[in-house]
Nanobody, 116 residues
């Protein structure tokens, strides 16, 4: 019934770009805020970017000007365009909705590795 499937991660050199995608079930996506989170080795998971059902966006200071979150409600998909990547962006990236976040439900995530 619930679905969060992240994709698009990979290995990229510093300064490069990646676009992550998150496919979510319609019941999760349509009326919920969505966010991208990341967890680096030895660190806690942190919120990177969020987007409300109405399109209002939020970014953590460390990614402002480099990352862009967007959503396509018709496709039940949220995206994270990542430009000017830095080694400190290396992490497993997860998407989530506000509802599933409160339930502590997570998908498998997608690995992003940025080499120097």
């Amino acid at each position: 019934q619930v679905q969060l499937v992240e994709s698009g991660g990979g290995l990229v050199q510093a300064g490069g770009s990646l676009r992550l995608s998150c496919a979510a079930s319609g019941s999760i996506f349509s009326s919920n805020a969505m966010g991208w989170y990341r967890q680096a080795p030895g660190k806690q998971r942190e919120l990177v970017a969020g987007i409300s059902s109405g399109g209002t966006t939020f970014y953590v200071d460390s990614v402002k000007g480099r990352f862009t979150i967007s959503r396509d409600n018709a496709k039940n998909t949220v995206y994270l365009q990542m430009n000017s990547l830095k080694p400190e962006d290396t992490a497993v990236y997860y998407c989530n909705s506000d509802r599933l976040f409160r339930m502590d439900y997570w998908g498998q995530g997608t690995q992003v590795t940025v080499s120097s």
